[in-house]
């Protein structure tokens, strides 16, 4: 079965502040991919990335990076100094082999406040 | 280039009723997938259309049935509405032949009552 676990709940930092947003996943699958969305009050879930089991390094994208270890099944996610604009919901989710269609587990969320 | 979207934004409805929401996928892809979020909850995979056929189905029960167009577009319909479907419903759209991750439209959020 596969599953993603996001253990925490909720994160209240102050701006500028370093935050990283923890994704434990479980899959029996050899291929799979590894997601980040964000979720704005708006609703929509806006994708951040994505990682496919093969590759393991890490990825830095401006103020985002992400350290995915095949080891520990994680792929976390930090936040170099936070802004405001950061607060919303994020997601983890994992998918299987595409040839399967590509179906998303998502994790919980860890809803991220960031105070001025 | 318009993203996916959705329709209505906000639905109230009757326990017992029967509801239907659309979607529109972003413009080249061909795969529609939907799902249900309930208030402070991750997504939950209802089911995936491709080429007009349910290619993929999540644990939802037989209430929960959809349809895809030859424009691809797509229709989720609920029937016997409980008040336990109360959720955001958001629709997500792909492209299975250039495996493109999965981009989500800004949701349907619909109320049992």
């Known amino acids: 079965a596969q599953k993603v676990t996001q253990a925490q709940t909720e994160i209240s930092v102050v701006e500028k502040e370093d935050v990283t947003l923890d994704c434990v996943y479980e899959t029996r699958d050899t291929t799979y991919y590894l997601f980040w969305y964000k979720q704005p009050p708006s609703g929509e879930l806006v994708f951040l990335i994505r990682?496919?089991?093969?590759?393991?390094q890490n990825e830095i994208s401006g103020r985002y990076s992400w350290n995915f270890q095949k080891s520990t099944s994680s792929f976390n996610f930090t936040i170099t100094a936070s802004q405001v604009v950061d607060s919303a919901v994020y997601f983890c989710?994992?998918?299987?082999?595409?040839?399967?269609?590509?179906?998303?587990?998502f994790g919980q969320g860890t809803e991220l406040s960031v105070k001025p | 280039d318009a993203g996916v979207t959705q329709s209505p934004t906000h639905l109230i409805k009757t326990r017992g009723q029967q509801v239907t929401l659309r979607c529109s996928p972003k413009?080249?892809?061909?795969?529609v997938s939907w799902y249900q979020q309930a208030l402070g909850q991750g997504p939950q995979f209802i089911f995936q259309y491709y080429e007009e056929e349910e290619r993929q189905r999540g644990n939802f029960p037989d209430r929960f049935s959809g349809h895809q167009f030859p424009n691809y577009s797509s229709e989720l319909n609920v029937n016997a509405l409980l008040l336990g479907d109360s959720a955001l419903y958001l629709c997500a759209s792909s492209s299975d032949r250039e495996n493109t991750e999965a981009f989500f439209g800004q949701g349907t959020r619909l109320t049992v009552v």
């Open positions: 413009s080249g892809h061909d795969t």
């Open positions: 989710a994992l998918s299987g082999n595409w040839d399967q269609g590509g179906k998303l587990i």
């Open positions: 990682r496919n089991s093969f590759d393991e």
